[in-house]
């Protein structure tokens, strides 16, 4: 059974007028984990692009860029895209529900805010409604701030990237210390550590990018130093 398929078979699960938020009160293992995943990124990506007041066809792409979608699984993911934007809860009721069922999972939330920042950036701009909307759903997922830091690093256009927050460390942190947190962060981004934590090929290949982000930064920092 694919991805979508099981996506499908969730859905199905809902009783009539039922929220799409309560799915994520009932997908908190695996497999159902990577169900989950995909959903909440759907369902927050479509809350977030209306963010600005409007959905372009960038933001759109992007869902593309970040989920392959084969052509016959195109009505699925429409249907949860569509359940998520036209349903009367607001998007702080969906991330509550999400923080829920990733309670503790620092990593996993970090993931799932990077491929909304990864739509929120894809028409080339960067509205401050989608920083609001970012920044809130970053608090009620009780993420640090320097991890929010770091990926708005990342991921702001018009801006050079800093490599010490790409990295979560500052200037004056220890060259010794700046190492171990770009190894730390390298390992964090292996695909067989996504895997296991039950993500989807998705996530796996947002991370792909992720590592050359980070290996860049040290490579800066390095030369930097010298």
Partial sequence: MTLWQRI??????????????????????PPERSVAFTIAVIALGAKMAKADGRVTRDEVAAFREVFVIPPQEEANAARVF???????????????SIARMFAGD??????????????????????????????????????????????????????????????GVTPDTPMPEIRAAWRAAVRESHPDRLIARGLPEEAVKMAEKRLVAINRAWERIQADAV
């Fill in 8 to 29: 499908l078979e969730a859905l199905s699960r809902l009783a009539p007028g039922e929220a799409l938020a309560a799915l994520f009160d009932r997908l908190r293992a």
């Fill in 82 to 96: 569509d359940m998520a934007r036209t349903d009367v809860a607001g998007f702080e009721e969906y991330a509550r």
């Fill in 106 to 167: 620092t990593e996993t939330l970090c993931d799932l805010m990077e491929g909304l920042f990864h739509i929120a950036v894809a028409d080339g701009a960067y509205h401050p409604a989608e920083e609001e909307f970012l920044a809130r759903v970053a608090e009620i997922f009780d993420l640090p701030d320097r991890d929010f830091a770091r990926l708005r690093a990342r991921f702001v256009p018009g801006a050079e990237p800093d490599c010490y927050e790409v990295l």
